[in-house]
């Protein structure tokens, strides 16, 4: 079973929908969890860190369940500059040692 | 700022050559790690360092060597390149705690034919 588990998609959506991604992982000692956005040929980049206690930002919000071992990313009014894949990134310790799932792609058309 | 700097972007080598790329970072950050990336896995983690002189083997070492004798510096190096080694690789960097972002350099396309 992999460390991070995502859905790959690809979510091809109309400009203006909302779009949730899932995200689950296997290891209980993870310490931080975060979404990372990557375009295409592109580095990864940080796109928010994941609270217990749910986080925010403006259009995006993410939240964290440490019960079931589940991440979720919700994007709401989508544009056409969020097509990407949106990866799911989880801290197991040691320094910043992060595991990557394979990420979720995104498609946001007009 | 530079942030973190990959060189090659491109490389294409043949079976059995043997290669180093090259990453730097400019922002004080003692933790550093190199990933392959193939379709459909996600990021893996080959090597990575917690400082200077300090390093580790992450979840794909084999074919792979590192080292780590400046905080600025984390060369990766390609023992004896084989087409399993076709793929694409980042650097990154970050503060080494957690609930920091990661930085990533720009990625080495490499083939090997």
């Known amino acids: 079973r992999k460390e991070v588990e995502q859905d790959p998609g690809p979510f091809n959506v109309p400009e203006g929908a909302t779009v949730a991604f899932n995200c689950t992982y296997s290891?209980?000692?993870?310490?931080?969890f975060f979404w990372y956005r990557q375009d295409c040929r592109k580095e990864p980049k940080l796109l928010m860190s994941?609270?217990?206690s749910g986080n925010e930002d403006g259009r995006f919000t993410a939240q964290l369940n440490r019960a079931s071992q589940y991440i979720s990313l919700l994007i709401r009014d989508s544009k056409l500059s969020d097509s990407a894949t949106y990866l799911c990134?989880?801290?197991?310790?040691?320094?910043?040692?992060?595991?990557f799932g394979a990420g979720t792609i995104l498609r946001v058309k007009s | 700022n530079a942030g973190v700097t990959q060189t090659p972007k491109f490389q294409v080598l043949k079976t059995g050559q043997s290669m180093t790329l090259q990453c730097a970072q400019d922002?004080?950050?003692?933790?550093m790690s190199w990933y392959r990336q193939d379709p459909g896995m996600g990021l893996r983690l080959i090597h990575y360092?917690?400082?200077?002189?300090?390093?580790d083997q992450g979840e794909v070492p084999n074919g792979y060597n590192v080292s780590r004798s400046t905080t600025e510096d984390f060369p990766l190096r390609l023992l004896s390149a084989a087409p399993s080694q076709t793929s694409v690789y980042f650097c990154?960097?970050?503060?080494?705690?957690?609930?920091?972002?990661?930085?990533f350099g720009q990625g080495t396309r490499l083939t090997v034919v």
């Open positions: 994941v609270y217990s």
């Open positions: 990154a960097s970050s503060y080494s705690r957690v609930n920091t972002e990661a930085f």
């Open positions: 290891n209980s000692a993870s310490q931080s």
């Open positions: 990134v989880v801290n197991i310790g040691y320094g910043n040692k992060l595991v």
């Open positions: 922002m004080n950050h003692e933790y």
């Open positions: 360092s917690v400082g200077a002189g300090i390093t």
